[in-house]
């Protein structure tokens, strides 16, 4: 019965229209980007630019100090790699040994991981700032990772225990026959097996970690090692009104994450959908 | 953690690889694992319990107290809240707060269900529309929210679009508007996080089988009691699911008044996250920012219940 029909047709269209509407901002986010700083004042923001000017983008990546994107572009790839790591290794162990043991005590931990996931930063923050300003790790890239690490790994811990918890111990049991150590036994097969479950993490992880404003924007603010988001949001913040300029700062900062969300569509959308029912 | 030593010398008595294999028969004492080692999970729970529970902890101890991050501090009771909730701009964050909350919640659950029935059965292109949907959900909160400034800027497109159709007395600075600016975060938030609920509705509804709609309809079920009555009850984990985390997430927002209105005009878009953030690392006030964030605590933790009273069925983890 559900046939492919002209009202379907019709639906197709429909939406198709809807998904312009919906994306329009981003025609306006290119072509204001790419027009003179005199045309922006005098066209549209509707009509293209009469000419292809890069101009604002060679102008906004060769700014220095606080307003380096491209430094700042850096120390988020550092910062979200690192934060990445941490969590894949410390979730996935953790994850391991709440999802195994049937002690008392992990479901215990368990809940108190599942609570962590909604508890908010926002009052741990001011002691955790304090706390990182008194032992000089504010401003400092490390500190970021440690700090993202410990922040999101509730959420790591809570999909690897899920993944393990769908996972049979035969693979254990066969690599332990033939005489694998236990650390073996972890990291040669079990984790190997949770690729699904890391790329989860991974992605949902790195993306919160990649896109976060409000805690890098007060444990690096105004240091050397700002992340993109906070340089993006003092150099605007300088920018005034030319949304030429502005604009082509936003594009930069946006073309990383795209470009990874088209070439992996598929587990961005798996991971959200899938990871976060848990 | 009184218990730890004690599972601790009970992970030294597991079985060596060798005697595992005579000793397999499944009742293991509590606590046991086969395999790994309890310590493993250790830095991640003194991690998780330093950086969530213990700076909570702290923090909500800082929320009664006046400490200013330097020198001495002294225990002041309630003042603080006192002070919050005699403050008309205070007051209007946490209505902000929930407001935005609230109504977006409504909005992105409503458009992205809406969404996700519509492209679920049939379409031949809706991969491709779930992608693009999906698109401003990967995006930083803080980009997406400067295209939007632009486009409800006094000079903007939007104001452009509203000359263009004749409706010029409609046109004004929709940011500087104390009245509006609300109303456009909500707007830009809703864009932002549609796609995320349309793709947790489109799982669900992919777990549907097409034959129990297929039923229906020949009992003479039209479109919306099939809607109704069939599909909508049996995704309730994902409306559980993507109400439970809009709303968490809606109610710290921060980045998207940071970048639109910066909280202005004069406190009209204020919500309690950038409230905390600028009495506690602007002004300094950290006991009194402290406070604020126990109440955005409170309220999240509160709602959290809530609704998973509401959507029943606790999916047992």
């Known amino acids: ?278 | 953690m009184t218990q730890t030593p004690t599972s601790a010398t009970r992970a030294v008595v597991l079985p060596e690889p060798t005697g595992r294999r005579a000793r397999r028969p499944r009742k293991r004492p509590q606590g046991m694992l086969a395999f790994g080692h309890w310590w493993w999970a250790l830095p991640g729970i003194l991690l998780v319990l330093g950086i969530h529970y213990a700076s909570t902890a702290v923090g909500g101890f800082f929320a009664f107290t006046d400490w200013t991050g330097l020198g001495a501090f002294q225990l002041i009771g309630l003042d603080n809240f006192v002070e919050i909730f005699s403050d008309p701009t205070k007051i209007g964050a946490v209505g902000n707060t929930l407001f935005l909350a609230i109504a977006s919640v409504i909005i992105t659950n409503v458009a992205g269900l809406g969404i996700a029935v519509g492209l679920n059965r049939g379409l031949k292109s809706r991969y491709v529309l779930r992608t693009l949907f999906f698109m401003p959900v990967v995006l930083s909160p803080l980009a997406v929210s400067y295209i939007w400034k632009f486009i409800f800027d006094y000079n903007g497109p939007f104001n452009g679009f509203l000359g263009m159709i004749g409706l010029e007395e409609a046109i004004r600075p929709w940011l500087a508007d104390p009245e509006w600016a609300i109303w456009i975060v909500l707007v830009v938030i809703s864009w932002q996080n549609t796609g995320f609920a349309m793709v947790i509705y489109m799982a669900g509804l992919a777990a549907v089988p097409v034959e129990i709609e297929e039923a229906a309809a020949i009992d003479g079920a039209n479109l919306w009691q099939r809607f109704w009555h069939v599909t909508l009850p049996s995704i309730r984990p994902a409306v559980a699911i993507a109400t439970t985390l809009g709303l968490v997430n809606g109610l710290r927002i921060f980045d998207q008044i940071m970048a639109l209105t910066g909280g202005g005009p004069a406190g009209a878009t204020e919500t309690l996250a950038t409230e905390v953030y600028k009495e506690s690392f602007a002004l300094g006030n950290f006991g009194y920012g402290a406070a604020l964030a126990l109440i955005l605590t409170l309220i999240i933790l509160v709602f959290a219940v809530i609704q998973q009273r509401l959507t029943g069925e606790r999916r047992e983890a």
Not at chain 1, 64 to 73: C, F, M, Q, T
Not at chain 1, 82 to 108: E, F, H, K, P, Q
Not at chain 1, 132 to 144: I, Q
Not at chain 1, 211 to 227: A, E, H, V, Y
């Open chain 1, 1 to 278: 019965m559900f046939r492919y029909t002209k009202l379907t047709a019709l639906r197709e269209v429909g939406f198709w229209a809807l998904a312009l509407v919906f994306l329009l901002p981003f025609y306006f986010l290119l072509m204001t980007s790419l027009k003179s700083d005199q045309e922006v004042f005098t066209t549209s923001a509707a009509a293209p630019p009469s000419s292809l000017d890069f101009g604002n983008f060679v102008e906004v990546l060769s700014a220095r100090g606080n307003s380096n994107v491209l430094w700042g572009l850096f120390n988020s790839v550092i910062i979200t790699a690192g934060s990445i790591a941490v969590l894949v290794l410390l979730g996935s162990l953790t994850g391991y040994v709440i999802a195994r043991s049937t002690s008392r005590w992990s479901t215990t931990m368990y809940y108190l991981f599942l609570v962590a996931i909604v508890l908010p930063t926002q009052l741990g923050t001011v002691p955790l700032y304090i706390g990182a300003r008194t032992l000089g790790l504010t401003g400092s890239v490390w500190g970021m990772i440690i700090l993202y690490g410990g922040m999101l790994l509730p959420l790591a811990i809570f999909l690897y225990a899920g993944f393990f918890r769908g996972l049979g111990t035969e693979y254990e049991e066969a690599a332990a026959i033939d005489g694998a150590s236990r650390t073996q036994i972890f990291f040669r097969v079990v984790l190997p097996l949770m690729s699904p479950a890391t790329g989860t993490v991974a992605i949902l992880a790195g993306l919160i970690v990649w896109n976060d404003f409000f805690t890098s924007l007060i444990f690096l603010g105004g240091s050397d090692n700002q992340t993109l988001p906070v340089t993006m949001y003092y150099y605007i913040g300088s920018l005034v009104s030319s949304w030429n300029k502005i604009f082509a700062i936003v594009i930069v900062s946006m073309i990383p994450i795209l470009a990874f969300y088209l070439f992996a569509q598929k587990k961005f959308i798996q991971g959200f959908a899938g990871g976060l029912k848990g």
